[in-house]
């Protein structure tokens, strides 16, 4: 009889037992994911940042070139400065976030020490390490640096001032080179979005250039811009184009509000495209190689990485199905058989070694721009997107006969 009545309890206390732990779940799962990510950073960023800290990187790191390479000794000598300003930027919201686990903090703690020595190096000019930051690709790779450090302002304010004088200078130097009329004018708007954010004297009319014709020009709809006076099927609206934008939108803004219309109707092409991008990861992880630089693996998902980073996705994509979506992708380019070399270093390829998908430009240096896919790292493990439990991404939900709401092109009239 006492066993009948006592029975109901502890059923009751099963119940609450089971929720809770139900509930606890995602948390670890979502854990272990976010764990996943930083080791994958960790392997891809570690051997650029560290060495170049230690003054070794020109040493250490080995130089392959495109079989089509334009020019092997200019390419050979920036290749350094692209490897450093493109691992820097996709690492650098991680540097700039506090907290986390134990072990994650012992990490980030390490890499902090050692950008700032890498930055030290990079800039002088009796390191055996000084970077070359004049011609026409150092631009780019520059304004990378320049990225990182407006996303992760704890640099700059760490920085010891010798070294904040010759970053300063050496981003001075880029503005005599005439950027190519294509998204490389947001490389030099970028640069100036660095000098506005930390008051160093900016030039307006290189971020009006920029900003002006890629949204009253260039624009040629559904979540698209041409790069230039014409449209390219490859990936650089993620790579470069609304990334770079929406940061320099944004950096104006918050100093001078020059851009408020401009940056709401960024917002909204940036958030179709996202979806654009989301529904092109298929369910193994894998996407389509079309265009140039697909060698940049997941650096063709930065913008999507980014605009999860800032926490503006559009109300279609929920952050953890986004989350799924790239960590797929991060480990079918990144955990292919023999995507890296011996000593650790990246091998031109999509899927592995694959030299021949590398355009004339492309040396060892250029992969490391995959790091942007890591910029989500940025947010705290209680952010909805590390948080959330997992969800199917597009083509999972498609693919295992899922009914999925009908996809639908931007219209900007409709908005207005």
């Known amino acids: 009889m006492r066993f009948i009545k006592t029975f109901p309890l502890c059923a009751i206390l099963i119940i609450v037992v089971s929720n809770v732990i139900a509930q606890k779940q995602p948390k670890t799962v979502t854990g272990s994911t976010r764990k996943l990510w930083l080791s994958y950073m960790d392997k891809v960023a570690r051997p650029v940042i560290f060495n170049l800290a230690d003054d070794k990187l020109k040493e250490k790191m080995p130089m392959l070139l495109s079989d089509h390479i334009d020019n092997k000794e200019s390419r050979s000598q920036i290749g350094y400065l692209e490897a450093f300003g493109r691992t820097l930027s996709g690492i650098a919201p991680w540097l700039q976030l506090e907290g986390g686990e134990a072990e994650e ?33 150092p631009l780019v790779d520059a304004s990378y640096v320049a990225f990182a450090m407006i996303r992760a302002p704890w640099l700059w304010q760490n920085l010891d001032s010798l070294s904040k004088r010759r970053l300063v200078s050496v981003l001075m130097d880029t503005r005599s080179t005439v950027p190519v009329y294509s998204n490389w004018i947001l490389f030099s708007g970028m640069i100036e979005a660095f000098f506005c954010k930390y008051d160093l004297g900016y030039d307006p009319v290189r971020v009006e250039f920029g900003v002006r014709e890629f949204t009253e020009h260039w624009y040629v709809g559904d979540g698209f811009y041409s790069d230039g006076m014409n449209f390219h099927d490859d ?43 989301e529904r092109t990861i298929n369910a193994d992880g894998s996407y389509p190689a079309i265009g140039r630089s697909i060698v940049y693996r997941g650096g063709v998902f930065h913008h999507l990485a980014n605009i999860a980073f800032e926490q ?51 040396t060892t240096g250029s992969l490391y721009i995959c790091t942007n896919a890591f910029v989500v790292l940025g947010l705290p493990e209680s952010a909805p997107f590390w948080s959330d439990v997992d969800e199917p991404w597009t083509s999972v939900k498609i693919w295992s006969g899922q009914d999925v709401e009908a996809d639908h092109a931007l219209d900007l009239k409709d908005k207005k």
């Open 105 to 137: 903090v012992k990490l980030r703690s390490e890499y902090r020490k050692k950008a700032l020595q890498a930055i030290s190096n990079a800039v002088n000019p009796q390191a055996k390490d000084y970077l070359k930051w004049k011609g026409g690709q």
């Open 235 to 277: 990936y650089y609206n993620s790579i470069v184009i609304h990334p770079n934008l929406q940061v320099i939108l944004n950096e104006i803004n918050l100093k001078k509000k020059t851009y408020l219309r401009e940056q709401q109707k960024e917002l909204l092409i940036a958030q179709r495209y996202a979806e654009i991008l």
């Open 312 to 362: 503006q996705l559009p109300t279609k994509l929920k952050p953890a199905q986004v989350r799924c979506a790239l960590t797929a992708m991060i480990k079918k380019t990144l955990g292919a058989p023999n995507t890296f070399t011996q000593d650790g270093w990246l091998n031109i390829g999509l899927y592995g070694k694959q030299p021949s998908l590398a355009d004339f430009y492309i």
